[in-house]
């Protein structure tokens, strides 16, 4: 039983446009995301967070929103760069949780010239 | 300024064979898993720990061993490989925040 789906394992996305990759879960006793990003052949690095008292976390050109009721939480990159190509991680943890992250399977973005 | 280290970065195994993938971290963080990646899987937990001498098991466990006798160090033993594991093994630590930091994968191939 998935508790985080990526549904879109891929997106293609022009430079300079936006990117949106989204991100549903099914365990209501999610408390914190987070959204990694992997490059081939390298280990996933932390990109940006949100609690779940929060429904928007901005970290310049990345922003994460978060809709509680719909379980749903979103990645925004504007503008997309062509070095944000990669594959993008949601993952999630629950409140007293210590090391359990659940992570999705991923969406591969890829940002052309 | 490592951060996590993984060492070896790659390795061929024959089922049955026995090996350690190591896992060092220089940030003095209380808290290390191992994660297991495979095609279409995403990152699955193996094993984790909280603290020296205190492990626990994660979503897949089975055929692996950890231990964690030092805050730095975190092992993980496959005692009796299987084609079932291999996989791109990744270490990862967090200290006082829910972020967890990785290093870069141990790619692991059993024959």
């Known amino acids: ?113 | 300024n490592a951060g996590v280290t993984q060492t070896p970065k790659f390795q061929v195994l024959k089922t049955g064979q026995s090996m350690t993938l190591q896992c060092a971290q220089d940030m003095n963080h209380e808290y290390m898993s191992w994660y297991r990646q495979d095609p279409g899987m995403g990152l699955r937990l193996i094993h984790y720990s909280v603290g020296a001498g205190i492990t626990d098991q994660g979503e897949v466990p089975n055929g692996y061993n950890v231990s964690r006798s030092t805050t730095e160090d975190f092992p993980l033993r496959l005692l009796s490989a299987a084609p079932s594991q291999t996989s791109v093994y990744f270490c990862a630590s967090r200290g006082s925040t829910a972020i967890q930091y990785f290093g870069a994968g141990t790619r692991l191939s059993v024959l």
């Not at chain 1, 789906?5 to 430079?15: D, G, M, R, T, Y």
């Not at chain 1, 995301?33 to 050109?61: M, V």
């Open chain 1, 1 to 113: 039983d998935q508790q985080v789906k990526q549904n879109s394992p891929s997106l293609s996305v022009q430079e300079g446009r936006i990117s949106i990759l989204n991100c549903d879960y099914t365990n209501s006793m999610f408390d914190y995301f987070l959204w990694y990003k992997k490059y081939p052949a390298e280990g996933p690095t932390f990109l940006i967070s949100i609690s779940s008292i929060k429904d928007k976390n901005e970290d310049g050109r990345f922003t994460v929103f978060l809709n509680k009721s719909a379980k749903h939480l979103s990645l925004h990159i504007v503008p997309s760069q062509p070095g944000d190509s990669a594959v993008y991680f949601c993952a999630a943890k629950t409140q007293g949780g210590s090391e359990k992250l659940v992570f999705g399977k991923g969406t591969k973005l890829t940002v052309n010239p």
